[in-house]
């Protein structure tokens, strides 16, 4: 007991994608990757090489966005 003060079970901590900027971030990757893969010739559309480098230029692109980073952030 000790005066220590716990949630409850029906008591649960915001799960809501503002309050995780990881979570955010992430699904851009992914959205943005998708996209360029899906932009891919059919030959190159399930390549490793291919999907590495569009996740290379995807991280790049987004790398300088400080933008997104900041509203991201203000977001939580």
Not at 19 to 36: F, R, S
Not at 49 to 68: M, R, V
Request: one cysteine or more; aromatic letters at 8%.
């Amino acid at each position: 007991d000790e005066n220590v003060n716990f949630w409850g079970n029906s008591i649960w901590p915001g799960n809501s994608p503002d309050m995780n900027p990881a979570e955010n971030i992430g699904a851009i990757i992914k959205d943005k990757v998708e996209e360029l893969m899906a932009n891919e010739d059919r030959c190159s559309r399930y390549n490793y090489d291919a999907l590495k480098t569009n996740l290379e230029n995807t991280l790049k692109d987004l790398e300088n966005d400080t933008d997104l980073f900041i509203g991201l952030l203000c977001s939580m």
